[in-house]
């Protein structure tokens, strides 16, 4: 029978996970491939820590070379992280024939055109299922099952972090930061959250989830992110009020001849079911001409579910090498003479429903005021909502708009910004009441 060999460069947490699913589950693997998978080399740093599993003698070395270069390893799996040395050891384990599976997002968002290409030039894969989602299979999904579709969009709740504050906030009441305590006690969060909370991480998937769906490339500068730390109790409660939650929403959109890519908190309303995604878990909600819209839940991320990803594509690859084929199935879903580079929509073209939260002063005609400088810049009101203050000196109003360009937003918000009626800085927030 033959066997797949493996080589592994790092053993952090999902390192650890990959290795319990080839030892717990070697006979599952077997009797689905025909053939063994074997992991032969464990490459990381630290090779004397105790990560709870067995390994034979000789797997653990800190030398790269010994998986990148090994003429018996047949596929490389990448969980280093982060942008070097992971790129520099990719690249060179494709230029030596090497398939390679990763989970690294922010360096297949940021390079991976470069991978892709050498990876092309090389005749082999690369597959990175558990970039996205954990252990949701939405690459797959786009990739195989789905591609007979045009995809008008692509939404997703894709970091636990930020969906785990955002439900706790709803749920309990309570602003962000003694949330996001809680979240790190809990190790939901990071001791340095930057990434998460602020839309790096999601912003990378959303990249990647965008180019595999449009068929074109997706520069990550592009990308428009705008976290969730300043979002208040108080607008999750009035988004309650009105019939909203607030959600890390990833959006992308495709318009034949452009495309909108941005991350940022979203209004949704609460009967829709990405509303219902809450706690650490994540959603994909893909919208394809034939399908139709399709939700993806799943567990967004952990050692168990991303390992699970990882040894999907590590078995892909398998399939592909037992049956003596090159690979298959695109890297990038799209045959790579058929990538476009489509023109991302600036943030100031696009189309949207706002939420508006006014702190003003407590005299009459304020309303009027603001009214008139949106009307003044095509912007229409929808519904309103006027509580009771509970300042001396400050009143909320909150206004839902109709469809307004952003650009209109950004400019009549800035003349009503100078005006003595205005307290403190605005709150916007988007409305997505079409998804698409």
Do not use: W
Not at 71 to 83: N, R, S
Not at 200 to 219: M, P
Not at 320 to 334: L, T
Not at 387 to 413: C, G, K, R, Y
Request: proline share 3%.
């Amino acid at each position: 029978m033959k066997s797949i060999k493996v080589g592994l460069l790092g053993f952090g947490t999902i390192g650890t996970g990959v290795v319990r699913v080839f030892q717990n589950n070697a006979d599952v693997i077997e009797s689905r491939l025909g053939h063994r998978l074997e992991l032969i080399k464990i490459a990381d740093l630290d090779i004397t820590t105790d990560r709870g599993v067995q390994l034979d003698a000789g797997i653990l070395t800190t030398d790269v070379e010994q998986v990148i270069s090994n003429p018996e390893v047949d596929i490389v799996i990448e969980l280093i992280g982060g942008y070097e040395p992971a790129k520099s050891f990719i690249l060179k384990a494709i230029s030596q024939g090497k398939h390679i599976v990763t989970a690294n997002k922010a360096l297949m968002a940021l390079h991976g055109q470069e991978i892709v290409a050498a990876a092309n030039e090389n005749g082999v894969s690369v597959m990175f299922e558990a970039a996205v989602g954990g252990g949701i299979p939405i690459i797959s999904a786009i990739k195989e099952n789905l591609c007979a579709n045009r995809f008008s969009s692509v939404l997703g709740i894709l970091n636990g972090t930020c969906n785990f504050i955002l439900s706790k906030m709803t749920d309990e009441g309570g602003d962000f930061a003694p949330v996001l305590k809680e979240a790190q006690q809990l190790g939901y969060a990071e001791a340095d959250p930057t990434f998460d909370i602020e839309g790096v991480d999601t912003a990378h998937k959303i990249a990647l989830l965008s180019a595999l769906c449009f068929g074109t490339t997706v520069d990550f500068n592009q990308v428009y992110r705008e976290g969730i730390s300043n979002i208040d109790g108080i607008d999750i409660r009035f988004a309650s009020q009105m019939g909203y939650k607030i959600k890390l929403l990833a959006i992308g959109k495709n318009y034949g001849d452009q495309i909108e890519v941005r991350v940022h908190p979203t209004m949704i309303p609460d009967t829709y079911q990405l509303a219902e995604v809450d706690g650490v878990f994540n959603a994909v909600r893909l919208t394809g001409d034939f399908v139709g819209p399709t939700l993806l839940y799943g567990s967004g991320a952990g050692m168990d579910a991303t390992a699970s990803a990882v040894m999907g594509d590590v078995m892909a690859i398998s399939r592909d090498q037992i049956a003596g084929a090159r690979p298959r199935i695109p890297i990038m879903g799209y045959c790579a003479e058929q990538i476009r580079t489509l023109p991302v929509k600036a943030m100031s073209e696009i189309e949207s429903h706002y939420y508006l939260r006014f702190t003003t002063v407590d005299r009459p005609g304020v309303l009027a005021k603001i009214a008139g400088c949106l009307g003044r810049h095509n912007i229409s009101i929808q519904s309103m909502l006027q509580p009771e203050s509970h300042e001396a000196d400050s009143v909320p109003i909150v206004l839902m708009t109709h469809a307004a360009l952003e650009a209109d937003i950004s400019q009549s918000l800035a003349e009503i910004e100078e005006l003595d009626i205005i307290v403190q800085p605005t709150r916007l927030i988007r409305v997505e009441n079409d998804l698409g």
